[in-house]
T-cell receptor, first 111, second 113 residues
Framework: GQQLNQSPQSMFIQEGEDVSMNCTSS?????WLWYKQDPGEGPVLLIA?????ELTSNGRLTAQFGITRKDSFLNISASIPSDVGIYFC???????????FGDGTTLTVKP | DTEVTQTPKHLVMGMTNKKSLKCEQH?????MYWYKQKAKKPPELMFV???????INESVPSRFSPECPNSSLLNLHLHALQPEDSALYLC????????????FGPGTRLTVT
């Protein structure tokens, strides 16, 4: 089946630093999604990307849909303590009806 | 409004019990999903309903039985579960019609004793 490689697995950063994480796949997707999950809660959708090359921002978050359709990255600028959590990427093809999730990036922000 | 609600928030059940998880969305979404999530792992897809019909069953054991009474509701009936079924159960919905981003509920934390 399809697999996503999400990296890094974990990050420990100082408040105010910028963060970058990415997902790569051997398969093509027509949609990339980025989620944040806090402990004991459901994933919250951060950004949805639908077009190859698309660059989308949501506040301090910026994500891009890779031109090859096999990768995506998420950047967080000027991190704050509430950015702590697990970030998941997900790739999907609309016709297939289901998403493939990366294993997540655990972000720790030190005040 | 991008809210998916789930009840109960927590559930403890014995291996001989029968219980149900409930999910509701009022966004007019046409697809609804059940996922199982273990700690520090990504969500694992269990079932997909599209236009109230079961479209995907990811080879889930029959002790899990989904039901979609209408376009806003999704249930997951549980019977004779095993301790390894303890997990966070997540419901999600997506708009359909070419838009496939999924919105998740807060989950039900299930413990099987």
């Amino acid at each position: 089946g399809q697999q996503l490689n999400q990296s890094p697995q974990s990050m420990f950063i100082q408040e105010g630093e910028d963060v970058s994480m990415n997902c790569t796949s051997s398969s093509i997707f027509n949609t990339w999604l980025w989620y944040k999950q806090d402990p004991g809660e459901g994933p919250v959708l951060l950004i949805a990307l639908y077009k190859a090359g698309e660059l989308t921002s949501n506040g301090r978050l910026t994500a891009q849909f890779g031109i090859t359709r096999k990768d995506s990255f998420l950047n967080i600028s000027a991190s704050i303590p509430s950015d702590v959590g697990i970030y998941f990427c997900a790739g999907l093809n609309t016709n297939a009806g289901k998403s493939t999730f990366g294993d997540g990036t655990t972000l720790t922000v030190k005040p | 409004d991008t809210e998916v609600t789930q009840t109960p928030k927590h559930l403890v059940m014995g291996m001989t019990n029968k219980k149900s998880l409930k999910c509701e969305q009022h966004m007019g979404h046409r697809a609804m999903y059940w996922y199982k999530q273990k700690a520090k792992k990504p969500p694992e897809l269990m079932f997909v309903y599209s236009y109230e019909k079961l479209s995907i069953n990811e080879s889930v054991p029959s002790r899990f039985s989904p039901e979609c009474p209408n376009s806003s509701l999704l249930n997951l009936h549980l019977h004779a579960l095993q301790p390894e079924d303890s997990a966070l159960y997540l419901c999600a919905s997506s708009p359909g019609g070419g838009r496939s981003e999924q919105y998740f509920g807060p989950g039900t934390r299930l413990t099987v004793t």
